[in-house]
């Protein structure tokens, strides 16, 4: 069975098993090794990319399930979604990265925030962190970053106007 | 400006635009189209006897390309003792042992090669608590204990006691037979702790030139490069260990573990063979934190001296003896830290059990210790009616008091930290309104620590570009230093930019000797060996320059990449063209440093089986918490957190903020809700993310932090590390705190909800520990 989708906005065509989670075709068979298998079962967050603009953690999506969709690793993010590139220069200006690997994955989850919710306060931002662990930074500060881009969103007119 | 003024700043991380982005290229990422992949067949019996191994069925399975058994790896490795093959090959002594492993084309086709191969087993009855080990006619888990190599002189072994480690200082029976002290004695206990690093434990080796290079996600390269060399019986020369960015360590990858697998894999098929642990793995073979056993006593006058004190720490190792043998030493330095005592005497051992061994964690042994320590000083507070925190500022080590085992203390540090702490708890204000109706508790506690320190060396060749090379075996594992402190320093001392300072990705045939990333010794460490390697480059630069601009080498200054007369900012020459001038001189320009601990003494006789009988860096903390404890459900919030830190002198200060929060919510999982448990047959029954509850954004809280500077260190620049250490009192201070808002004792962490409700409700039992004597004698060996 074929299933073809679009993956970071080209044309991506898979032959193997349907059942074959996205994770290992991303890592697996293409080396796009930007998404983090951690702990494969959808806890940690660390592989989640965008299906259809939704976050989704792409250990537990099977690719047979995307035939038509398009999917956005933070690969393709990290070119071509705003968004991601103000959560990733917000992280950058306030030293927020240790060792790193949960760091796609927060950008993937917290970039369809940003875009969803352009009020939202601390606490709203923590809760939306729930589904991306980091056993690093203890959080305070990945939490300052996202509060200093709604910051930016509101100086610059904000989408809920 | 000074060396030191221009070598602090907030300089942010090299690395972070990479991570960011999914660019960089840890360990795990590192698999290509021509890598073999492995499985391993791990032991499903605690304790038994391999009775027949049989490979040749997996041998012919589709895609195997070699399988290794202990017959290809014979030799014994450990910390302390050689105790530990890399497979069993007579005895298998956990669950989870590795027994062989399979190479093929596919992680699949390994799997299935691994279920073929046949293995029979004569299953002994396990050992599995540290009361069963130690229990009169106990089974042997090593039999043949006696046989094995001793790797350090001194220390006391025998039988289910791996190691021993001892601290004496004056006549502890007088001190508790003194008619007017008041004898206070408390039992702990605490369990495991699991680091789950992002990164599993992952190792790619390739076979070149007839040696391995092993590809790892380690802390410490000279290990895994001893290590593969003494198990595989090559001269260790022959393994080049190279470390790509490091997903998180934590302390776990500071042993060698599957490594040595890869090596021998890879020499047997002359292929790419990379070995990555399944979650799954690398939560039930983790080399946790160790579970502890604590008695601790007291002879404290009315007036509040502790003029006795005596304890006895159990570690369990697990099934081999690995850093614990080491970490026994750390018990006369945590537990016996933070006080001035009159007598004191410490025994703490190591024990081994049928369980996945046991290693290093952040703050190794010191954050139970010190948990164990603070409540027992809230706890002699409580009995005989002295404040705590007044308490603690009489009684805190200062300058020329004696440790456990007789070193002198230097400078005032920890009570100025109490008042510092004092100041910031007023600067922050009360968060205790937001208890509302819950349970209220508050603590503040004292820690001890240390900087290890030990062998590191750097090389530095300064560029025609005016860029310099820094090329020593440190590892980036995520704190920072390699990207932040170390190139601070050479640029410091170069007078060039961070950003020019290039550091090269530790590779053991490259760099000299190192004893690894962890410990708070980096920053150290290296970063002396570093300002010495600029020596011989700062006296070439200044002696070129001096001819090129005809002014003698004192006038001169080294700053903004330029060698100018000091009296003239921007005259001069750029280091680029004084480089350039040197090379055509008289070569490359280019130097090199060494460090070591400078072994401050003990008092003699005092330390019995220690690794380090003083500590070169003390390093202190000082924490303080407010929680609210929820007495329907038992559930602990924490409601504020404060943390006074000895830092030496703070190089970039943003940077250990940053090690600040995380170590501290680290510590909060410790202590509240990261709970390992055994099953039946000693397995790790936490294999993943939904059965070990780690911190979550909603459960950390905004630290507040004071740096403490200026206290004594032979670090360079005045420094000490600064990331391991928050971690050290965060288990001590919850605890207190909820033993403070429920006027109950706290015995035992992590305070889950159920046991806080058991604990709130009267029904926690009493610890007993009934396998560690009342007499402090029957818990040594001789």
């Known amino acids: 069975m074929t299933t073809t989708f679009q993956l970071n906005g080209e044309s991506c065509r898979f032959d193997g098993d ?74 950058e200006r306030v030293d927020a990265v240790q060792c790193g690997m949960c760091f796609p994955g927060m950008v993937m989850s917290l970039s369809e925030f940003l875009r969803e919710n352009s009020r939202a306060d601390r606490d709203a931002v923590k809760h939306a962190m729930v589904g991306n662990i980091c056993r690093c930074t203890g959080y305070e500060r990945i939490v300052d970053a996202v509060m200093e881009c709604l910051a930016e969103g509101e100086h610059a007119g904000g989408a809920d106007v | 400006m000074s060396e030191v003024e221009r070598t602090i700043m907030n300089l942010p991380r090299r690395d972070a635009p990479d991570k960011l982005r999914g660019r960089t290229r840890y360990t795990n990422d590192r ?99 540290m009361e069963e080990a130690l229990a009169a006619g106990a089974r042997l888990v090593h039999e043949n204990w006696r046989n094995y190599e001793d790797l350090f002189e001194g220390g006391s072994r025998r039988g289910n006691v791996a190691w021993e480690a001892k601290a004496v200082r004056g006549d502890v029976d007088a001190a508790f037979a003194q008619p007017d002290v008041r004898i206070v004695e408390s039992t702990f206990r605490v369990g ?43 001269p260790p020369g022959r393994v080049r260990v190279t470390v790509p960015p490091v997903g998180g360590g934590f302390g776990l990858k500071f042993d060698a573990t599957i490594e040595p697998i890869t090596a021998v894999l890879a020499r047997k098929t002359g292929r790419t063979v990379m070995i990555e642990n399944s979650r799954t793995e690398e939560m039930t073979t983790c080399l946790c934190r160790e579970n502890a056993d604590i008695r601790i006593r007291s002879a404290v006058t009315a007036d509040g001296e502790i003029v006795g004190r005596e304890a006895t720490v159990l570690m369990d190792c697990g099934a081999y003896g690995g850093e614990q043998i080491f970490l026994t030493t750390m018990t006369a330095h945590t537990l016996g830290g933070n006080y001035r005592l009159g007598a004191v005497r410490l025994t703490s051992r190591a024990i081994y059990t049928n369980t996945p061994p046991n290693g290093a964690f952040r703050a190794c042994n010191g954050v139970y210790n010190t948990f164990a320590l603070e409540r027992h000083t809230d706890e002699i507070c409580a009995e005989l009616g002295f404040d705590p925190i007044e308490f603690r500022r009489r009684n805190v080590l200062g300058d020329g008091d004696l440790g456990a085992t007789g070193q002198v203390f230097e400078g005032e540090v920890l009570r100025p930290m109490l008042e510092r702490m004092e100041a910031l708890r007023e600067k922050v204000g009360s968060a205790r309104e937001r208890a509302a109706g819950r349970l209220y508790g508050r603590a503040t506690t004292v820690g001890t620590w240390f900087i290890f320190v030990g062998p590191s060396s750097a090389t530095v060749n300064l560029n025609a570009d005016g860029s310099a090379t820094l090329v020593t075996s440190g590892v980036e594992i995520g704190s920072g230093t390699m990207t932040q402190s170390l190139p601070q320093i050479v640029a410091g001392q170069l007078g060039l930019d961070p950003r020019d300072v290039i550091v ?135 409601l504020s957190y404060n943390v ?66 200026g206290a004594p260190s032979m670090g360079p620049l005045g420094t000490k590390g600064a990331g391991e250490v928050p971690i050290l009192n965060t288990a001590a201070t919850i605890a207190c705190a909820v033993a403070n808002a429920t006027g109950r004792r706290i015995q035992q962490i992590p305070l889950t909800p159920p046991r806080v409700l058991c604990i709130l409700r009267g029904r926690e039992p009493e610890l007993s520990h009934p396998h560690i004597s009342a007499d402090w004698l029957q818990n040594t060996l001789d």
């Not at chain 2, 080294?558 to 001189?585: D, K, Y």
Request: hydrophobic share 45%; net charge negative.
């Open chain 1, 18 to 91: 349907p059942m074959t989670p996205l994770i290992d075709l991303l890592r697996r068979d293409r080396f796009m090794t930007g998404t983090k298998a951690v702990c494969r079962e959808g806890f940690c967050g660390a592989c989640i990319v965008h299906v259809e603009s939704e976050p989704v953690p792409a250990c537990l999506r099977p690719v047979g399930l995307l035939e038509g969709l398009s999917v956005t690793t933070i690969e393709g993010a990290s070119q071509f979604d705003a968004e991601a590139q103000r959560l990733q220069a917000a992280f």
């Open chain 2, 31 to 129: 698999m290509d189209a021509t890598t073999l992949h492995t499985a391993l067949l791990r032991s499903t019996v605690p304790a038994g006897r391999i009775v027949r191994l049989n490979v040749s069925r997996a041998l012919k399975c589709p895609g195997v390309r070699a399988v290794a058994t202990a017959a290809d790896a014979p030799g014994l490795f450990g910390i302390g003792v050689a105790d530990h093959p890399l497979f069993a090959s007579d005895t298998i002594r956990y669950i989870g042992e590795p027994i062989a492993a399979v190479a093929a084309e596919t992680q699949e086709q390994a799997r299935a090669a691994v279920a073929a191969i046949e293995l029979e087993v004569e299953p002994f009855a396990p050992v599995l608590t």
């Open chain 2, 192 to 234: 495991r702790q699991n680091h789950v690093p992002f990164e599993p434990r992952v190792a790619i080796c390739t076979w070149e030139d007839d040696r391995a290079h092993i590809q790892t996600s380690t802390q410490v390269p000279w290990t895994v490069r001893n290590v593969t060399g003494k198990v595989m019986g090559l």
């Open chain 2, 504 to 638: 090269k990705q530790a590779d053991t045939d490259a760099a000299g000797l190192d004893v690894g990333v962890g410990g708070g010794r980096t920053t150290v460490s290296i970063g002396a060996a570093s300002i010495e390697a600029c020596v011989p480059i700062r006296e070439n630069l200044l002696k070129t320059a001096s001819e090129m601009l005809q002014t003698p080498p004192e006038r001169l200054a080294l700053r903004n990449g330029r060698v100018e007369i000091a009296a003239i900012p921007g005259s001069g020459a750029t280091v680029a063209a004084v480089v350039q001038r040197a090379q055509s001189i008289g070569g490359p320009v280019t130097g090199t440093g060494s460090f070591t601990a400078k072994n401050v003494p003990a008092m003699a006789g005092c330390a019995m089986g220690h690794f380090i009988e003083a500590i070169d860096i003390p390093v202190f903390a000082v924490h303080d918490a407010e929680v609210a404890v929820d007495p329907e459900t038992g559930h602990v919030e924490v």
């Open chain 2, 644 to 709: 006074v830190q000895d830092v030496g002198r703070a190089l970039n200060p943003r940077a250990i903020h940053g090690q600040v929060q995380g170590g501290v919510v680290q510590g909060l999982g410790y202590a509240l809700h990261e709970e390992v448990t055994l099953g039946p047959q000693g397995e790790i029954r936490q294999s993943g993310f939904e059965t070990y509850r780690l911190p979550l954004a909603l459960d950390a809280v905004p630290v507040a932090i004071d740096l403490y500077e």
